[in-house]
């Protein structure tokens, strides 16, 4: 079975401070990676995705992430955060046919002014 | 396009009586999922559903079940409702089966009293 492990429950950061948020897989086939994003009394949005090729990919809003396969890692990134990125972030993994995502627990992040 | 749509957003039950969640797609989306989000648990896939057959199914018990209809709408019931069932149920939209874009709605917040 797969899992997900997103190392901090919580980040605390200053705005305009860089963030980086952890996430590890355990998969021994390809998978397929994303990054969601879950405002207050909100569903969940689609932030970037790792479905192959380039090992970087980035959101419109200024998100990072990389998938490094042989640390089975995906870790998003942001240079300078907004308050307005105060919310928590999901990593999840997708794996053989169908819909089915398997989720980390998620981590808060607090920006601070 | 109008994005991933739940009924209702917000319900209060009693333990004891049953509850159904509807869920319209993404137009052209043919596969619908279900999960559920509670603070102790995360997110954990309920079933999912492609051209109105059940594809897969999480480890919940035989109370919560789905179905979807030949619009690709999908609604899932719980029966028999217990306080711990209380929870925001996610529906989630995608074109095919093939797990590359995953779609989320709001949710819709049950609480079971």
């Known amino acids: 079975a797969q899992s997900v492990t997103q190392l901090d429950s919580q980040v605390p950061v200053f705005e305009e401070a860089p963030v980086e948020l952890r996430c590890n897989y355990s998969?021994?086939?390809?998978?397929?990676l994303f990054w969601y994003v879950q405002y207050p009394n909100q569903g969940l949005q689609l932030l970037l995705k790792y479905l192959s090729g380039s090992t970087l990919v980035e959101s419109i809003n200024g998100f990072e992430a990389e998938f490094n396969k042989s640390q089975t890692s995906f870790h998003l990134r942001k240079p300078s955060v907004h308050i307005s990125d105060t919310a928590e972030y999901f990593c999840a993994v997708h794996k053989a046919a169908g819909n089915k995502l398997t989720f980390g627990g998620g981590t808060r992040v607090l920006v601070k002014p | 396009k109008a994005g991933v749509t739940q009924t209702p957003r917000y319900l209060i039950k009693t333990r004891g009586q049953q509850v159904t969640l509807s869920c319209s797609p993404i137009s052209g989306h043919r596969s619908v999922s279900w999960y559920q989000q509670t603070p102790g648990q995360g997110l954990q896939f309920l079933f999912e559903y492609f051209s109105e057959t059940q594809r897969n199914k999480g480890n919940f018990p035989g109370r919560f079940s789905g179905r979807q209809f030949s619009n690709s709408r999908s609604e899932m019931n719980v029966s028999t409702l217990e306080l711990g069932d209380s929870a925001l149920y996610l529906c989630?939209?995608?074109?095919?089966?093939?797990?590359?874009?995953?779609?989320f709605g709001e949710g819709s917040w049950l609480t079971v009293v």
């Open positions: 998969s021994s086939v390809s998978v397929y």
């Open positions: 989630a939209s995608s074109l095919d089966y093939s797990g590359n874009t995953i779609y």
